[in-house]
């Protein structure tokens, strides 16, 4: 029998012709990347594992990102990034984005597709859950630990239980105008649970998917982990191809799907016929159309982080927020240093998009996860109390971007936008149908 | 390191579903070392301080997982509904609830990487009941771990419960985390 691309991955990495999901298997890694917040202790933990002189075993494949706690006076945050830095000086490794340097990027999840690292048929591990989203390559990436990290530092390997996987196939030519990706993932989710695909890989399919740029199948993948998925993966095609090699020169083999590989389950979508969602609080699962939820009145309105700040959702939301006094306090925090020198260069009707978002009275942070997750009390945009907020994150459960007394909505970039503008939830289709996106 | 699958007793705290990894332990504390003994009891002394106040120690709720500016937990056993530990990847998930006093947790379901890091790290042990007992058991319950059967026996309402066998990862469990069972197995040296 065929297999699937994750099974395949799978097989090639632990040496076997063939693996069935249930197999344990030890798999040889490709890239591990780790950031500010997991990589202290996971190098505490190699040091006191493997001895204070160790070596990592391979010096080219560890990537160090640090991007959650960068803009805060935090002293035990900072001390972590200092602790990043001697550890890659002692080591000399090359891929270190150290934070205030010109190296430094932003979000780790969106800065390894930047700089090359996701690359089609090979395994990504990283500390963080969102590590997922690499799978939008058509590469095995997932999420682990300090001590599975301390693990692959000293021995380029771990144990992976080969995942069955779940298919969603996507019929439409391509995304309706008033409709992004995240639209499509928050209504899986709100299918199939916050634990509908545990242990398992979703793996999204169809013409519909082929229709989509690398950063909406980057969100599509993004979100796996909201729904307990251990990876997401999208088949790699001449999009994939077109954008990875201009990133790097690396050597790659993707690989596909056989024609008779066995799925756990088949999901059919119609994107034609599919509406802007929302997640409501305090769960990714808690859905609802933001038709039904229009006029829920909010406090305060976020775009940014892994899932929704990369320059394609700004530039959605620039084209409903173009020419708008906004009636709520927005935030606007670019993934990466890349994509805010995109928010410079990139116009909409002549207007470059930093400038659309200043006149509306936004405001503009720096590239990094900032309030997607709480973080210290200083953090830009950080939920300090009983406020109501719409967002482009990835999860809204209790207290996740700060306060316990909060509310956080997830919706699409076009809806966070058409929100802000109204202050209340909005459906964006009443914007996208008078406004030249 | 202790063997994780040994006899475990104490009270038990009751949770719902889905408690998700920043109700464990909110980001804001994810700064602190792990390794410097004073600064690895905040990690205590925050477990569990982002649960809200009506889902903290059920069926009544409103009980703090930790008293006043302790750093340990009275409690040594978890019961939770579905999907336990969801959300991320931050092992100080399972470490902060070693470090408060947990031995085991009992829920029907746990999101993956919270449990692979449980085992991994060697934290503590994630027992798969059968069936949701988050209604059976009342937070303060005297419980019992019956790691040969295994089963979790209830003192204080005289039941007992089955639990699943732990399967695949047993060996890892029982060698007391990832490392151990690699050096046990050849992986890595002694």
Partial sequence: MGMTLTEKILARHSGREH??????????????????????????????????????????????????????????????VDILRAFAAEQDLPHFYDVGTDRYKGVCHVALPEEGF?????????????TCTAGAFGQFATGIGNTDAAFIMGTGKLWVKVPETMRFVFGGASLPPYLMAKDIILRIIGDIGVDGATYRTMEFAGEGVKAMTMEDRMTLTNMAIEAGGKNGVVEPDQITEKYVKARTDKLYEPVYSDPDAHYHSEYFYNLEEMVPMVAKPHSPDNKATAEELEGVKLDRAYIGSCTGGKLSDFRAAAGIIRGNKLKIDTYIVPATTEIARGLETETLLGTPLIEIFREAGCKIGNASC???????????????????CISTTNRNYPGRMGSKAARVYLASPYTVAASAVTGVITDPRVFIQETVI | MTTKSAHIAGKAFVLGKNVDTDQIIPAAHLVYS?????????????????????????????IPFIN????????????????????SSREHAPACLEIAGIKAIISPSYARIFYRNSVDGGFLTPY????????????????????????????????????????????????????????????VPK
Avoid at chain 2, 38 to 60: C, F, H, I, Q
Wanted: hydrophobic content about 35%; proline content about 6%.
């Fill in chain 1, 19 to 80: 693996v069935n999901p249930g197999d344990t298997v030890w798999v040889d890694v490709d890239v591990l990347m780790t950031h500010d917040v997991c990589g202290p202790p996971a190098i505490s933990i190699f040091q006191r594992e493997f001895g204070e002189n160790a070596r990592v075993w391979d010096r080219e494949k560890l990537v160090i990102i640090p991007d959650h706690y960068i803009f805060t006076n935090d002293k035990f945050a900072n001390r972590n």
């Fill in chain 2, 68 to 87: 006043g500016d302790a750093c340990e937990s009275e409690y040594s056993i978890i019961v939770a509904s579905d999907n336990f530990g969801c959300g």
């Fill in chain 2, 128 to 187: 798969e009941s059968v069936g949701d007992l988050s209604e059976a058991v009342q937070t303060g319950d005297e419980l019992e771990i019956d790691p040969a059967i295994p089963a979790l026996v209830n003192h204080t309402q005289n039941t007992s419960h089955r639990l699943k066998p732990l399967g695949s990862v047993a060996d890892i469990v029982n060698a007391g985390g990832i490392f151990a069972y690699a050096r046990e197995t050849g992986m």
């Fill in chain 1, 118 to 130: 996701t690359r089609p048929g090979e395994v990504l591990f990283g500390t963080d859950s969102h």
């Fill in chain 1, 370 to 388: 900032a309030a997607c997750l709480g973080g210290p009390s200083d953090t830009f945009g950080r939920l300090n109390q009983e406020e109501v």
């Fill in chain 2, 34 to 62: 792990l390794t410097d003994p004073e600064e690895r009891k905040l990690y205590g002394k925050y477990a569990l301080s982002g649960v809200p106040s009506s889902e903290s120690g059920l069926p009544n709720g409103n």
